[in-house]
């Protein structure tokens, strides 16, 4: 059978190679990050990381900002949110548990036949392995950092994003001028109109 790119000559229909080198695109990592698209003359840097490296130097620049008790304020409120999050999930964990053991209490209560005992034994394990994967208890917090200790964490995480939206945004251009390029070589590379190796294939 012939591929989506090769049936024109398969099936006798005009083509020519500039269209099929032009099609066979498709088949590349390039022709996934079209996705259908067209191919352009040019590849424009997806913004994303240019717009996250403007929040994350912004951010930066007011975390290295903040005097002492605006730090305070803020390591307070992390905290209280971060406590927040915890219990959430220990009540998510404690409702998950009850309902696995409940389960497995009227699994156990079963009155299976004998020909069906061992599947019984074995969702028994099931569950009870997977209640005690999914449900079990959190480690408890680790000794909390001092102002001191916290504020150079946060400028710490503050200078990291910043590095990797540099870093991010820099590959991004980068990759954009590498298919850019990639794209006017090989456009400027194939037979031009008039050219004999641009006649369309096709017997007649």
């Not at 070589?185 to 050219?195: E, F, K, N, V, Y």
Request: negative net charge.
């Amino acid at each position: 059978m012939p591929s989506s790119i090769t049936d024109p000559l398969y099936s006798n229909k005009p083509t020519t190679l500039r269209a099929m080198a032009l099609d066979g695109i498709r088949m590349t990592v390039l022709g996934r990050l079209l996705d259908g698209a067209p191919l352009p003359d040019t590849f424009e840097p997806d913004p994303h990381h240019r717009d996250e490296l403007e929040k994350a130097r912004a951010h930066l620049a007011a975390v290295e900002a903040q005097t002492p008790a605006d730090a305070e304020a803020k390591m307070k409120a992390s905290r209280a949110e971060v406590e927040t999050t915890l219990n959430e999930i220990e009540a998510r964990r404690v409702a998950a548990k009850a309902r696995y053991d409940t389960m497995i209490a009227r699994a156990e209560r079963w009155d299976a036949p004998a020909n069906v005992a061992a599947y019984k034994a074995l969702l028994i394990r099931h569950l009870t392995e997977m209640r005690d994967a999914d449900c079990r208890t959190s480690d408890p917090p680790t000794e909390r950092m001092d102002l001191d200790a916290w504020r150079a964490r946060s400028i710490e995480n503050a200078k990291w994003a910043v590095e990797y939206h540099e870093e991010q945004w820099a590959m991004e251009q980068a990759s954009c001028a590498e298919r850019s390029a990639f794209v006017r070589a090989l456009r400027t590379s194939l037979p031009a109109d008039g050219d004999p190796d641009d006649e369309p294939i096709c017997t007649r």
